[in-house]
């Protein structure tokens, strides 16, 4: 028996939307991760969504003008994933999406990323493969005209959620979408990928993984 496929022109609702008060695993961690990076404190990044999440979660709404719900609703999931990043050191020269090609590296399958950001991926591709796991990336750098293409499908509904242009750190060349189909491989990275500086920092996509060493 095959599962529905979806309509299409229609993207599938994110799937970390609606995290509440009660609710664990690493999406929580993942959402606490952004409301750090937005400013405000979860409490410890533990996966747990318990009243100081919370609180964070409101305090963050509150900040940007959103219906104060305390929940990880469709607006305050956007809102995290377009805040405008923050960037490590060291800093790529150019402009977010309009870097020059001599601050990118290839990292496999054709794809770049800042050259600091690829030495640490190709680190933590070495110890995955030690693993036996391979580590297939399918989103790197990403001009500021490919920005802007994934941005309006996100907007017409037939796209996953984007960053606005110029907001994306896949623009700076610091992110890879790397291929989690096999369990084991997401498990993995959960595991291991904060020891080169990788985090998951989209809540509701378990694919994004961005340098902040």
């Known amino acids: 028996m095959h599962a529905p496929v979806p309509p299409a022109g229609r993207a599938e609702r994110p799937a970390g939307v609606g995290l509440r008060r009660g609710d664990s695993g690493a999406a929580v961690r993942a ?21 100081r999440t ?41 402009g977010n999406g309009r870097l ?7 990292v496999g399958d054709g794809e770049r990323m800042y050259v600091p950001a690829a030495q640490a991926f190709h680190r933590m591709d070495a ?12 989103s790197g750098y990403r001009t500021y005209a490919e920005q802007v293409a994934l941005y309006r499908a996100y907007l017409n ?3 996953n959620l984007a960053a606005p ?17 096999e369990p084991a491989t997401l498990r993995w990275l959960r595991a291991h990928a904060k020891t080169y500086g990788f985090v998951n920092d989209v809540p509701s996509e378990a694919w994004p993984w961005t340098w902040r060493p």
């Open 157 to 159: 509904g037939t796209g």
């Open 100 to 106: 020059p090609a001599g601050e990118l590296t290839g």
């Open 31 to 51: 959402l606490q991760g952004r409301l750090l990076a937005g400013g405000v404190d979860p409490g410890p990044v533990d996966g747990r969504f318990g009243p």
């Open 165 to 181: 242009p110029g907001h994306s750190t896949h623009g700076l060349g610091l992110s890879a979408d790397v291929k989690v189909t």
């Open 127 to 138: 110890a995955a493969t030690a693993a036996g796991r391979d580590l297939h990336v399918t």
């Open 54 to 94: 919370e609180a964070a979660v409101r305090a963050f709404q509150r900040a940007h003008q959103l219906d104060r719900t305390g929940r990880a609703d469709l607006a305050t999931t956007t809102a995290l994933l377009n805040q405008r990043v923050r960037t490590p050191p060291p800093t790529p020269h150019g």
